[in-house]
């Protein structure tokens, strides 16, 4: 049903940026929490971004805050996340999910199926 296609990742070298897309589609977009998460190599998938239905609040961890932007266009049904000042601990594989929530002090998704395939992020020095 739900149905999440990112795009937009690439090899970039520190100090770079990239922007990333997700196409949604199996909801009702503009009613749910978008965002992004990220996985390492031998490492677990992080929280990344996170946006409210219309836009109007963001959340980041401090790992990319001031440098990382999510953003959407409800009538695209596409969340991005714009990457400035790429460092090379930003590489991993990036993952868009929907109906992002806090589950105590972590953020995740409710559903397995809540998850886009990945697009690879690597950042070179």
């Known amino acids: 049903q739900v149905q999440l296609v990112e795009s937009g990742g690439g090899l970039v070298q520190a100090g770079g940026s990239l922007r990333l897309s997700c196409a949604a589609s199996?909801?009702?977009?503009?009613?749910?929490?978008m965002g992004w998460f990220r996985q390492a190599p031998g490492k677990e998938r992080d929280f990344v971004a996170a946006i409210s239905p219309f836009g109007f609040r963001t959340y980041y961890p401090d790992s990319v805050k001031g440098r990382f932007t999510i953003s959407r266009d409800n009538a695209k049904n596409t969340v991005y996340l714009q990457m400035n000042s790429l460092k090379p601990e930003d590489t991993a594989v990036y993952y868009c999910?929907?109906?992002?929530?806090?589950?105590?002090?972590?953020?995740?998704?409710?559903?397995?199926?809540?998850w886009g395939q990945g697009t690879q992020v690597t950042v070179s020095s």
């Open positions: 199996g909801l009702t977009f503009s009613n749910v929490n």
């Open positions: 999910g929907v109906e992002l929530r806090q589950y105590g002090s972590r953020w995740s998704v409710p559903r397995d199926d809540y």
